[in-house]
């Protein structure tokens, strides 16, 4: 039982971090029907930005509140990220948007890729140890001989999380801008028409997704404390199938679709050994991601919340 | 040359294809002299125009954007490896063997495929990805409880092709003239290609080539036309992934050890550029597209690095990220500026156009 619910705090940890980069795929796709596949990758350097800051500022201002230290790190990451994607989308998106629809997804493993080499030239190939300021409390969640335990710093990974999904349904549902995206992704030609500027729209939609990233950047690099010019791709890979499990388009899908993935990934790597007799072990644990993608697809492809939509011609 | 090729005049046509066909006789030998390390890179490179004339199939002609092609050529390559190398014990000729990594790599596609290809492209685009992934973790971790792979370690000691006594792997005189490995391999390999691309140009221009075809222009029109659209995916998927399967064979034999390492995402990147690069459904142009970009990690060997030593006084950019770097440009930059690649074909020209 203890193992059961240690494994369900981690799973809700990493299922927080799935849904807050799943709302980035999910309101780029909701928006222009477009897989962002350099997401990750936004997120990966939202990460490596923060890395940066904060390795500089235990360097020459040891004094500071580790938590002050976070905020700064995150309040740099945040811009930078924001402006990845709003060029991103500019350079690479926006003469697409009239081609058919391979070439946007084919310009976008191109960002992803270039991107990514990018950053293993500053960075080097290596993995990186994230700086870890804040010192790790643990509390226990239940009393047996191996209590579940929960950290400070996956309490606070699940409340900020929580945090932003609401401040993102807010404004998408109760500002002049979020009333403007709905009306992009129901009809970019008719929102045009009513006087909406759809290329701010949807580059807003880019820096809002991008600027979520960035936090998930930074809870990824406190949480694993390891960071790789690699690490934003499956995790983009997986956040995506979180946005497709909870209906893609969908705000509250993603976070639900985040949430059960995390969970079905920690309960499925601790658990695989012992339902298959040592057969498999944790190592799988990346698999179980894709297996559930392919399961959504079939039995249910317009995801848990998501309306069936017809292809649009 | 292009022009020879087109000519309306039968003989003339023939003159254009006996130049080709010379050139690639002579490639070799003069490689040979260079190095048969260049022998060995123009096999490899030959062995990435078949294996992006099977995605072409896939991406060119279905307009199906498959990003884990990679896992079908990983799969023809195990499969090859676990029939004729030492770790199972298994030594069967390699006229048997490539026949069943394309069944075999065709089945995996058929299993991918049924449920995925109902549903819209994109979803498509991440499956494949997640499949690639699938694969290599499989690849990675099957060394146990049964050691199937081997794991991180790969299968060595994979067998030469042989054909009833003549080793294509070893150096001999044949003609009076001295025949390495890779010299013998490349005219193989030339003949699967050429073989390959016969296949290929029968398949655009038949019924089938045209449902595709159809399909990659407006599914839901070609369905209303009574074309049973999910089939014909599938099919696509199927063929693409045996030509991946028989290139694994290969490339198994080739190098004669694998690991998982050779099957990671970034060579599905590096196939799609080259069918990009040479325009999708293009065959010519992918094959082109293959030979080019096969060919620039090594002059970027010869000319980066000695450039970056001069100026830098060391080697500050490896030419592999610098080669990473220019696969993603070219994918960004051909389809904002040239869509329908090198060699544009005249259908795919006009569907990529923008619609005003």
Redesign the interface.
Known sequence: MDTFIQQLINGVTLGSVYAVVALGYTMVYGII???NFAHGDVVMIGGMISYTVLTALVASNPALSPILMVVIATLVAIPLCMGIGFTMER??YK??R??????????A??????L???V??IFSRNNLAYPQVIPLVTYNVTSGATPATITNIQIVIIIVSILMMLGLLYLVHRTKLGIAMRAVSQNQQVAGLMGVDINRVISYTFMIGAALGAVAGVMWGSYYGIIHYTSG??LG?KA??AA?LGGIGNLAGAMLGGLLLGIIEALGAGYIGDLTG????S??Q??F???V??AV??FR?SGLLGERVG?R? | MTNLLKSENPSLRWLGFGMIALALIALPFALQWAGTAWVRIANLAVLFALLSVGLNIVVGFAGLLDLGYIAFFAVGAYTYALLASPHFGLHLPFYVILPICAAVACLFGVLLGAPTLKLRGDYLAIVTLGFGEIIRILMNNLSQPINITNGPQGITGIDNFTFFGFDFGKKEEIFGFEWSGPLKYYFLLVAILMLAVMVNFRLKNSRIGRAWEAIREDEIAARAMGIDTTKMKLLAFAMGASFGGVAGGIFSALQGFISPESFVLGESIIVLAMVVLGGMGNIWGVVLGAVLLSFVPEILRYTVEPFQKMVLGQVWIEPEIIRMLLFGLALVLMMLYRPAGMLPSAVRKRELAKEE
């Open positions: 029907q477009l897989i350079i690479a003469p697409l009239k081609a058919p629809r391979l070439a946007p997804l084919i310009t493993i191109g960002i992803s890729i270039i990514q080499h990018l293993m030239i791709f499956i890979l995506f199938s497709v040592g057969w498999f072990g190592n799988y990346d698999v991601a894709f297996l993608l392919i697809l079939i492809p292809d011609a």
